[in-house]
């Protein structure tokens, strides 16, 4: 675990050359020139604003990380930040059906905070961006007391066809998924085992996950009638659904298995089906469809049914009611 | 001051309920009715991403305000903070002659912030966003550690016409000013001195800034060269236009008479100046035009002109190059 290892020195804080040596200028020319490029920019950052060509409807979301409660130094380098924080905001934009377009990136740090944090985070952040074909439309700089640092970012889309929203499921329709699920959970409990070597490719979603990003719009042609993504649990997102659309959504627990067998050699079978269930921070697609063909990648895990007489709208296991609190501790009402 | 007085005993954090008492759908149940409705909005906030009708080109700025930073206690509510952060964003996009559309806004805070100032706040905001016409898109809320409180908006708008640089200013144009000068910096001076009474317009203009949103549109359809929002002082908002047009842009200090005399008698001649020459979060519109007739409101301060031979593009005042460090310490080169 050499990340581990350096982190516990605290590199962010205590190596290299602190913000607060360089003025302004200087950082942001550390910052900008790492940007990609974009056709999509009619003015670049740099003036007040940030001129993006859009369609007639535009998406906007945003979402903020916070050292110390949404990450550790000790367990993500400041790329891994850079492109976490850029994958859950484009995700939201997938799951409403449209293609991300653009991106504002805030920095609220300790001048403490090593500039080469910051160059290794703003190298993330554009990685991340590129490879979705999203332009950095501007951003700003502050300074924070001692300890803090804090990335914002407000993620832009463009939406061809109808938004695709938590509340459109109905009686009938099959609930699906596109990506992996839980396998950011475990790579956050193999962090916290010192075990990253046992499965790597969980460690890699916790730090990196990667929404199916094409397939938001893919399901909103194909009729998608509800979408999220799952930054909660497979659980409390489906939930989310089911409530929003007031429906009962069947989860098959055998239509997990495949999902579930990923981590239990390394998790065991307890844990794994949780990780599964209620793993948050996986950013994979959610949606229900009409019942037929799904769209590539998509597989079926439930189905949806209007609630019995006197029964809430609400997400099952197996024909359970499940509230989750970990796995241990499950209350079946 | 009873204002300040009531905030030495830092309401922010000690009086009221802390926020650490309401879990997330609680907090936002005080937050979200507050916003105004909007018809730009073709989905509200609350599913993973809202939707805003946009045009073919859309503008896009962010800007962050940090307690002890941005901001103290003592001066400004929680109210004040809201009209503050709006505007300084919403200028942004006047500034390129575009028309505020929506916003999206970001709190992070230490979990003893008080519930009473967020809704104070959160009032403030609203009502800077009803008053431009403008829709939340949504926001993000996030656990800081102690003493922290940040608000992080991204604004949004709508260019109608071409986009307005700082880079536009031409030789023969004049440059004008459209709303204050110096009553921002006053006001801090006077908040500084404990004598808000003695122009209760300077503090109100230093606490809840009014840019003015739709002469930015209107300059831009007079034909406006270049424009920017005085958010670091004439002085250096004018030295960028003249740097990014490589021109030299002359000001009239006679022209400046009427904006000193609002602060003289209060702060005294050379304080007065000091305040309309770099006096900084005025969020006035300073543009060029080609000679001729001016939209309304707009006044001639100032002329451009082509850098003579060897001579660095910048702001002369009467035509002595002036490096601002304080008005006792402007340094001629």
Request: net charge negative; charged share 20%; with cysteine.
């Amino acid at each position: 675990m050499p990340n581990a290892r350096r982190s516990e020195r605290g590199p962010m804080m205590t190596g290299g050359t602190p913000l607060r040596s360089l003025d302004e200028e200087e950082l942001l020319g550390h910052i900008i020139p790492a940007f990609p490029p974009s056709d999509d920019l009619v003015v670049a950052p740099g003036d007040d604003a940030a001129v993006l060509r859009t369609s007639d409807r535009t998406i906007a979301t945003t979402d903020t990380v916070v050292l110390g409660r949404d990450w550790l130094d000790a367990w993500s380098s400041g790329a891994d930040i850079g492109h976490k924080v850029v994958a859950q905001n484009l995700a939201d934009v997938a799951a409403m059906g449209g293609v991300p377009t653009g991106v504002l990136v805030t920095l609220v740090a300790d001048p403490e905070l090593s500039l080469e944090w910051v160059i290794d985070h703003t190298r993330g952040l554009a990685e991340a961006c590129a490879a979705a074909g999203v332009a950095v439309l501007g951003g700003d700089l502050s300074s924070a007391p001692a300890g803090v640092v804090m990335v914002s970012v407000t993620a832009l889309g463009r939406l061809d066809g109808a938004p695709v929203l938590r509340s459109g499921a109905r009686p009938g329709d099959v609930l699906a998924v596109k990506g992996s699920l839980g396998l950011s959970d475990a790579g956050l409990r193999l962090l916290q085992a010192d075990a990253v070597e046992r499965l790597p490719e969980a460690v890699q979603t916790h730090r990196r996950p990667r929404p199916p990003l094409a397939a938001g719009p893919g399901a909103a042609a194909a009729g998608a009638t509800a979408m999220l993504d799952v930054s909660d649990g497979l659980l409390r997102d489906g939930g989310r659904i089911a409530r929003a659309s007031h429906v009962v959504i069947d989860l098959d627990l055998e239509a997990l298995v495949p999902y579930v067998d990923v981590l239990a050699d390394v998790l065991g079978a307890e844990q794994a089906l949780d990780c599964v269930l209620a793993g948050g921070e996986e950013h994979s697609l959610l949606a229900t469809f009409p019942p037929g063909d799904l769209p590539e990648g998509w597989r079926v895990i439930g189905r949806v049914r209007a609630p019995g007489d006197g029964e809430a709208a609400g997400i099952l296991v197996d024909g359970r009611v499940v509230t989750h609190t970990g796995w241990d501790h499950f209350r079946t009402t």
